[in-house]
């Protein structure tokens, strides 16, 4: 299965713990996006990012997110000092090219509950 | 600023019937849309998509229609099958954008 792999696919962290989420994108594609669905809600842009670089995070909170897709290895999306409201099913996708030319293909998700 | 709106939040049809969904959009700027399904704890998987030089573009069982002046599209699956009960997103981006804008989803149901 050459499809974008996420994990874990459950994630339970209790408040003030960290939270990491992986992501590998499917073969050949260099450009990587994070987004976050709330409960009943549509999918949220977080970040855009290609191999070491963060082309756009406007989506994302100004504090205790980041996301890093280093020249080796997963995607990472990190959440500092997790909160009750961190909880929320988080996607990755990734493209061959850039979204506005190119579908995102979109792993099955990393569920994170904040206890 | 919900720029990209499905204003049904569920829709259910008969099996064999023709499914519609619709999708309205604000920004003018968007010049490629896309739908996407959703089954329950999983990602959401790309069905088909049109770019703004185009009015309607099928495969298969669906087709994506655009109306640029009233800022519109929907999808139409025609015939319904019980496999198609998901959740349906229409997304946007704009040229030179780097981000899909996704709606709220619709539930579909296709009822036997």
Known sequence: ??????????????????????????????????????????????????KENIIDESGM????????????????????????????????ASSQLRAGDSPLHFGNGTRLTVT | DQQVKQNSPSLSVQEGRISILNCDYTNSMFDYFLWYKKYPAEGPTFLISISSIKDKNEDGRFTVFLNKSAKHLSLHIVP????????????ASAQGAQKLVFGQGTRLTINP
């Open chain 1, 1 to 50: 299965n050459a499809g974008v792999m996420q994990n874990p696919r459950h994630l339970v962290r209790r408040r003030g713990q960290e939270a990491r989420l992986r992501c590998s994108p499917m073969k050949g594609h260099s450009h990587v996006y994070w987004y976050r669905q709330l409960p009943e809600e549509g999918l949220k842009f977080m970040v855009y990012l290609q």
């Open chain 1, 61 to 92: 909170p100004k504090e205790r997110f980041s996301a890093e897709f280093p020249k080796e290895g997963p995607s990472i999306l990190r959440i500092q000092q997790v909160v009750r409201g961190d909880s929320a099913a988080y996607f990755c």
């Open chain 2, 80 to 91: 319904s099958q019980p496999g198609d009960s998901a959740v349906y997103f229409c997304a």
